[in-house]
Protein backbone atom coordinates (compact mmCIF):
# COMPACT_ATOMS: atom_id res chain seq x y z
CA UNK A 1 0.00 0.00 0.00
CA UNK A 2 2.79 2.02 -0.28
CA UNK A 3 2.38 3.15 -3.43
CA UNK A 4 -1.22 3.84 -3.38
CA UNK A 5 -1.30 7.82 -3.30
CA UNK A 6 -0.65 6.91 -6.96
CA UNK A 7 -3.67 5.22 -7.52
CA UNK A 8 -5.28 8.71 -9.16
CA UNK A 9 -2.17 9.15 -11.17
CA UNK A 10 -3.33 5.54 -12.88
CA UNK A 11 -7.40 6.35 -13.10
CA UNK A 12 -6.23 9.54 -15.12
CA UNK A 13 -4.24 8.04 -16.87
CA UNK A 14 -6.63 5.53 -17.78
CA UNK A 15 -8.89 7.90 -18.55
CA UNK A 16 -6.55 10.08 -20.94
CA UNK A 17 -5.93 6.80 -22.83
CA UNK A 18 -9.48 6.24 -23.49
CA UNK A 19 -10.76 10.23 -24.44
CA UNK A 20 -7.31 10.05 -26.72
CA UNK A 21 -8.72 6.96 -28.38
CA UNK A 22 -11.91 9.14 -28.73
CA UNK A 23 -10.93 11.94 -30.04
CA UNK A 24 -9.39 9.63 -33.11
CA UNK A 25 -13.24 8.85 -34.24
CA UNK A 26 -14.86 11.10 -36.57
CA UNK A 27 -18.57 11.47 -34.84
CA UNK A 28 -20.39 12.38 -38.10
CA UNK A 29 -19.47 8.58 -39.16
CA UNK A 30 -22.25 6.39 -38.49
CA UNK A 31 -21.85 2.78 -37.91
CA UNK A 32 -23.77 0.51 -40.39
CA UNK A 33 -25.49 -2.43 -39.55
CA UNK A 34 -25.11 -3.64 -43.07
CA UNK A 35 -21.97 -4.56 -43.27
CA UNK A 36 -21.12 -8.09 -43.69
CA UNK A 37 -25.00 -8.69 -44.52
CA UNK A 38 -26.91 -9.02 -47.99
CA UNK A 39 -27.22 -5.97 -50.13
CA UNK A 40 -31.12 -5.09 -50.19
CA UNK A 41 -33.44 -6.02 -52.78
CA UNK A 42 -33.58 -3.29 -55.37
CA UNK A 43 -34.35 -3.07 -58.66
CA UNK A 44 -34.17 0.04 -60.39
CA UNK A 45 -34.60 1.85 -63.16
CA UNK A 46 -31.74 2.99 -65.83
CA UNK A 47 -31.05 7.38 -66.33
CA UNK A 48 -32.58 6.51 -69.93
CA UNK A 49 -34.85 4.57 -71.30
CA UNK A 50 -33.71 1.71 -73.31
CA UNK A 51 -30.06 1.44 -71.00
CA UNK A 52 -29.95 -1.29 -68.31
CA UNK A 53 -31.24 -0.22 -65.21
CA UNK A 54 -29.50 -1.74 -61.72
CA UNK A 55 -31.05 -4.57 -59.53
CA UNK A 56 -29.46 -6.78 -56.71
CA UNK A 57 -29.09 -9.78 -58.75
CA UNK A 58 -26.32 -7.46 -61.06
CA UNK A 59 -24.27 -7.14 -58.16
CA UNK A 60 -23.59 -10.74 -58.51
CA UNK A 61 -20.36 -12.62 -59.47
CA UNK A 62 -17.76 -9.93 -59.09
CA UNK A 63 -16.75 -7.90 -56.67
CA UNK A 64 -18.10 -4.45 -57.52
CA UNK A 65 -18.11 -0.73 -56.02
CA UNK A 66 -21.44 0.90 -55.65
CA UNK A 67 -21.25 4.17 -55.71
CA UNK A 68 -24.48 6.59 -54.80
CA UNK A 69 -23.90 9.87 -56.41
CA UNK A 70 -25.97 13.17 -57.57
CA UNK A 71 -25.38 15.72 -59.88
CA UNK A 72 -26.52 17.89 -57.30
CA UNK A 73 -23.61 17.01 -54.88
CA UNK A 74 -20.56 18.66 -54.89
CA UNK A 75 -18.29 16.21 -52.81
CA UNK A 76 -19.10 13.64 -55.43
CA UNK A 77 -17.04 15.93 -58.00
CA UNK A 78 -14.07 15.57 -55.91
CA UNK A 79 -14.25 11.45 -55.71
CA UNK A 80 -15.41 11.54 -59.25
CA UNK A 81 -12.03 11.25 -60.75
CA UNK A 82 -10.78 8.07 -58.34
CA UNK A 83 -13.74 6.64 -60.07
CA UNK A 84 -12.73 7.11 -63.29
CA UNK A 85 -9.46 5.77 -62.68
CA UNK A 86 -10.34 2.66 -60.89
CA UNK A 87 -12.60 2.17 -63.60
CA UNK A 88 -9.60 2.54 -66.07
CA UNK A 89 -7.71 0.04 -64.10
CA UNK A 90 -10.73 -2.45 -64.14
CA UNK A 91 -9.70 -4.26 -61.03
CA UNK A 92 -13.01 -3.70 -59.62
CA UNK A 93 -16.48 -2.94 -61.42
CA UNK A 94 -17.94 0.16 -60.31
CA UNK A 95 -21.57 0.88 -60.68
CA UNK A 96 -23.75 4.09 -59.81
CA UNK A 97 -26.74 4.32 -58.28
CA UNK A 98 -28.06 8.29 -58.98
CA UNK A 99 -29.43 9.78 -55.29
CA UNK A 100 -32.60 12.09 -55.77
CA UNK A 101 -31.64 13.53 -59.49
CA UNK A 102 -32.78 14.68 -62.43
CA UNK A 103 -31.70 11.86 -65.06
CA UNK A 104 -31.18 14.94 -67.91
CA UNK A 105 -28.78 16.50 -65.27
CA UNK A 106 -27.04 13.22 -64.11
CA UNK A 107 -26.99 12.54 -68.00
CA UNK A 108 -24.99 15.92 -68.21
CA UNK A 109 -22.48 15.58 -65.26
CA UNK A 110 -21.45 12.15 -66.49
CA UNK A 111 -20.94 13.30 -70.03
CA UNK A 112 -18.63 16.44 -68.68
CA UNK A 113 -16.51 14.16 -66.41
CA UNK A 114 -16.42 10.82 -67.69
CA UNK A 115 -18.62 8.07 -66.72
CA UNK A 116 -17.09 5.30 -64.68
CA UNK A 117 -20.48 3.29 -63.87
CA UNK A 118 -20.90 -0.01 -66.01
CA UNK A 119 -24.58 0.08 -64.88
CA UNK A 120 -26.52 2.71 -63.45
CA UNK A 121 -30.05 2.81 -61.38
CA UNK A 122 -31.79 6.21 -60.94
CA UNK A 123 -33.12 6.37 -57.29
CA UNK A 124 -34.95 9.20 -57.84
CA UNK A 125 -37.29 9.07 -54.23
CA UNK A 126 -34.14 8.23 -52.43
CA UNK A 127 -36.13 4.71 -51.78
CA UNK A 128 -33.22 2.63 -52.51
CA UNK A 129 -30.39 4.96 -50.87
CA UNK A 130 -32.64 4.26 -47.26
CA UNK A 131 -32.78 0.50 -47.50
CA UNK A 132 -29.19 0.60 -47.91
CA UNK A 133 -28.66 2.99 -45.12
CA UNK A 134 -27.62 6.27 -47.11
CA UNK A 135 -27.41 9.19 -45.03
CA UNK A 136 -25.32 11.62 -47.27
CA UNK A 137 -23.74 11.54 -50.72
CA UNK A 138 -21.65 10.43 -51.42
CA UNK A 139 -21.23 6.77 -50.20
CA UNK A 140 -19.38 4.07 -51.18
CA UNK A 141 -20.13 -0.10 -50.73
CA UNK A 142 -17.84 -2.78 -51.39
CA UNK A 143 -19.89 -5.74 -52.17
CA UNK A 144 -18.46 -8.95 -52.29
CA UNK A 145 -19.18 -11.89 -55.04
CA UNK A 146 -22.33 -13.50 -53.35
CA UNK A 147 -24.00 -9.79 -53.09
CA UNK A 148 -22.74 -9.49 -49.61
CA UNK A 149 -22.02 -6.09 -48.40
CA UNK A 150 -18.23 -5.88 -46.77
CA UNK A 151 -17.37 -2.15 -46.87
CA UNK A 152 -19.12 1.40 -46.54
CA UNK A 153 -17.61 4.43 -46.98
CA UNK A 154 -19.47 7.94 -46.10
CA UNK A 155 -18.59 10.77 -47.96
CA UNK A 156 -15.87 11.63 -50.41
CA UNK A 157 -13.66 8.35 -51.47
CA UNK A 158 -10.10 9.66 -51.53
CA UNK A 159 -7.46 7.82 -52.80
CA UNK A 160 -5.67 7.39 -49.23
CA UNK A 161 -9.34 5.92 -48.15
CA UNK A 162 -9.19 3.39 -51.26
CA UNK A 163 -5.29 1.92 -50.53
CA UNK A 164 -5.96 1.84 -46.94
CA UNK A 165 -9.78 0.37 -46.75
CA UNK A 166 -10.41 -1.00 -49.71
CA UNK A 167 -7.61 -2.74 -51.15
CA UNK A 168 -6.40 -4.74 -48.42
CA UNK A 169 -10.24 -6.11 -48.55
CA UNK A 170 -9.70 -6.69 -52.47
CA UNK A 171 -7.00 -8.69 -52.04
CA UNK A 172 -8.62 -10.56 -49.47
CA UNK A 173 -12.00 -11.93 -51.62
CA UNK A 174 -9.36 -12.07 -54.96
CA UNK A 175 -7.44 -15.16 -53.55
CA UNK B 1 -57.75 36.21 -15.90
CA UNK B 2 -54.15 36.11 -16.11
CA UNK B 3 -54.58 31.86 -15.21
CA UNK B 4 -56.80 31.95 -17.96
CA UNK B 5 -54.67 33.18 -20.47
CA UNK B 6 -51.84 31.46 -19.83
CA UNK B 7 -53.63 28.17 -19.74
CA UNK B 8 -55.23 29.13 -23.17
CA UNK B 9 -51.66 29.74 -24.50
CA UNK B 10 -49.90 26.75 -23.65
CA UNK B 11 -53.15 24.81 -25.22
CA UNK B 12 -52.98 26.93 -28.47
CA UNK B 13 -49.32 27.13 -28.66
CA UNK B 14 -47.98 23.92 -30.41
CA UNK B 15 -43.72 22.69 -29.84
CA UNK B 16 -42.12 23.43 -32.87
CA UNK B 17 -42.15 20.68 -35.39
CA UNK B 18 -40.12 20.27 -38.34
CA UNK B 19 -43.05 18.08 -39.47
CA UNK B 20 -44.53 19.48 -42.18
CA UNK B 21 -48.34 19.88 -42.92
CA UNK B 22 -48.09 17.58 -46.15
CA UNK B 23 -46.92 14.67 -44.01
CA UNK B 24 -49.56 14.34 -41.66
CA UNK B 25 -51.69 11.54 -41.73
CA UNK B 26 -55.44 11.92 -41.73
CA UNK B 27 -55.99 9.90 -38.75
CA UNK B 28 -54.89 11.73 -35.89
CA UNK B 29 -54.45 7.95 -33.87
CA UNK B 30 -51.76 6.88 -36.35
CA UNK B 31 -50.44 10.55 -36.80
CA UNK B 32 -49.65 10.57 -32.46
CA UNK B 33 -47.76 7.62 -32.98
CA UNK B 34 -46.10 8.45 -35.53
CA UNK B 35 -44.84 11.64 -33.57
CA UNK B 36 -43.80 9.54 -30.73
CA UNK B 37 -41.60 7.30 -33.15
CA UNK B 38 -40.66 10.41 -34.41
CA UNK B 39 -39.71 11.89 -31.26
CA UNK B 40 -37.23 8.67 -30.40
CA UNK B 41 -35.14 8.22 -33.91
CA UNK B 42 -32.08 10.37 -34.10
CA UNK B 43 -31.73 11.83 -37.55
CA UNK B 44 -28.48 10.54 -39.22
CA UNK B 45 -27.42 13.45 -40.77
CA UNK B 46 -27.81 15.90 -37.91
CA UNK B 47 -27.10 13.50 -35.33
CA UNK B 48 -28.74 15.40 -32.52
CA UNK B 49 -31.79 16.26 -33.25
CA UNK B 50 -34.80 13.60 -34.10
CA UNK B 51 -36.04 12.81 -37.20
CA UNK B 52 -39.35 15.14 -35.77
CA UNK B 53 -37.10 18.06 -34.62
CA UNK B 54 -34.74 17.93 -38.10
CA UNK B 55 -35.39 19.98 -41.20
CA UNK B 56 -32.86 17.72 -43.24
CA UNK B 57 -34.63 16.01 -46.75
CA UNK B 58 -33.41 12.50 -44.92
CA UNK B 59 -34.88 13.46 -41.69
CA UNK B 60 -38.57 14.14 -43.67
CA UNK B 61 -37.94 11.01 -45.93
CA UNK B 62 -37.60 8.88 -42.73
CA UNK B 63 -40.96 10.44 -41.11
CA UNK B 64 -42.56 9.72 -44.46
CA UNK B 65 -41.45 6.06 -44.38
CA UNK B 66 -42.63 5.76 -40.77
CA UNK B 67 -46.07 6.91 -41.65
CA UNK B 68 -46.28 4.56 -44.51
CA UNK B 69 -45.79 1.69 -42.14
CA UNK B 70 -47.84 2.33 -39.72
CA UNK B 71 -50.52 3.15 -42.48
CA UNK B 72 -49.35 -0.68 -43.81
CA UNK B 73 -50.42 -1.84 -40.27
CA UNK B 74 -46.77 -2.01 -38.85
CA UNK B 75 -46.65 -1.91 -34.99
CA UNK B 76 -44.48 1.28 -33.42
CA UNK B 77 -41.89 -1.71 -32.31
CA UNK B 78 -42.10 -2.98 -36.34
CA UNK B 79 -41.85 0.55 -37.38
CA UNK B 80 -38.63 1.64 -35.45
CA UNK B 81 -37.03 -1.68 -36.06
CA UNK B 82 -37.26 -1.14 -39.56
CA UNK B 83 -35.11 2.21 -39.52
CA UNK B 84 -32.86 0.35 -37.60
CA UNK B 85 -32.09 -2.54 -39.50
CA UNK B 86 -31.06 0.46 -42.20
CA UNK B 87 -29.36 3.04 -39.97
CA UNK B 88 -28.22 0.89 -36.75
CA UNK B 89 -28.79 1.04 -33.02
CA UNK B 90 -27.31 4.19 -33.13
CA UNK B 91 -30.54 5.85 -34.25
CA UNK B 92 -31.98 5.26 -30.73
CA UNK B 93 -32.11 8.23 -28.80
CA UNK B 94 -32.61 6.12 -25.90
CA UNK B 95 -29.97 3.34 -25.91
CA UNK B 96 -31.51 -0.62 -25.29
CA UNK B 97 -30.32 -2.25 -22.36
CA UNK B 98 -28.23 -5.09 -23.73
CA UNK B 99 -24.06 -6.24 -23.09
CA UNK B 100 -23.12 -3.86 -25.30
CA UNK B 101 -24.54 -0.71 -23.50
CA UNK B 102 -24.25 -2.48 -20.28
CA UNK B 103 -21.03 -0.01 -19.54
CA UNK B 104 -23.50 2.98 -20.65
CA UNK B 105 -26.51 1.95 -18.56
CA UNK B 106 -24.77 0.40 -15.49
CA UNK B 107 -21.29 2.76 -15.49
CA UNK B 108 -22.59 5.32 -13.59
CA UNK B 109 -23.80 3.05 -10.59
CA UNK B 110 -20.45 1.05 -10.47
CA UNK B 111 -18.38 4.43 -10.34
CA UNK B 112 -21.05 5.73 -7.52
CA UNK B 113 -20.92 2.30 -5.57
CA UNK B 114 -16.85 2.45 -6.10
CA UNK B 115 -16.48 6.17 -4.83
CA UNK B 116 -18.77 5.35 -1.84
CA UNK B 117 -16.35 2.55 -0.69
CA UNK B 118 -13.61 4.20 -1.00
CA UNK B 119 -15.08 7.16 0.78
CA UNK B 120 -16.29 4.57 3.46
CA UNK B 121 -13.02 3.08 3.97
CA UNK B 122 -10.90 6.51 4.09
CA UNK B 123 -13.18 7.78 6.76
CA UNK B 124 -13.95 4.90 8.77
CA UNK B 125 -9.67 4.48 8.93
CA UNK B 126 -9.86 8.06 9.97
CA UNK B 127 -11.79 7.97 12.36
CA UNK B 128 -9.99 4.73 14.27
CA UNK B 129 -7.22 6.40 14.08
CA UNK B 130 -8.31 9.53 15.54
CA UNK B 131 -10.11 8.09 18.08
CA UNK B 132 -7.81 5.18 19.48
CA UNK B 133 -4.32 5.91 18.56
CA UNK B 134 -3.91 9.69 18.72
CA UNK B 135 -3.15 10.99 22.48
CA UNK B 136 -2.39 14.85 23.27
CA UNK B 137 0.63 16.04 23.07
CA UNK B 138 2.29 17.57 25.91
CA UNK B 139 2.13 21.05 24.54
CA UNK B 140 -1.71 20.30 24.29
CA UNK B 141 -2.09 19.03 27.40
CA UNK B 142 -0.66 22.43 28.73
CA UNK B 143 -2.76 24.49 26.34
CA UNK B 144 -5.69 22.59 27.42
CA UNK B 145 -5.02 23.59 31.33
CA UNK B 146 -4.16 26.94 30.47
CA UNK B 147 -7.71 27.46 29.22
CA UNK B 148 -9.11 25.61 31.66
CA UNK B 149 -7.08 27.75 34.52
CA UNK B 150 -8.63 31.02 33.11
CA UNK B 151 -11.98 30.38 32.31
Redesign the interface.
Known amino acids: MRFSFLFPLFVFAGLLALFFTGLGHDPSIVPSPLVNRLAPEFNLPSLEAGEEGLKTADLMGTLTLVNFFASWCLPCKVEHPLLVKLKKEGRIRVVGINYKDKPKEAKRWLAERGNPYDRIGADSSGRVAIDWGVYGVPESYLVDQNGRIRWKHVGVLTPGDWHEDFVPLIKGFEK | MKRVLIALFLATTAPVFAVEPDEILNDPILEARARDIGKELRC??C?NQSIDDSDA??AR??RL?IRERLKAGDSDKAAISFI???????VLLRPPLKPATYPLWLGPFIIFGVALLIATLYLRGRRRADLMTRTLSPDEERRIQDLMDHH
Open positions: PVQNLDLLVERYGNY
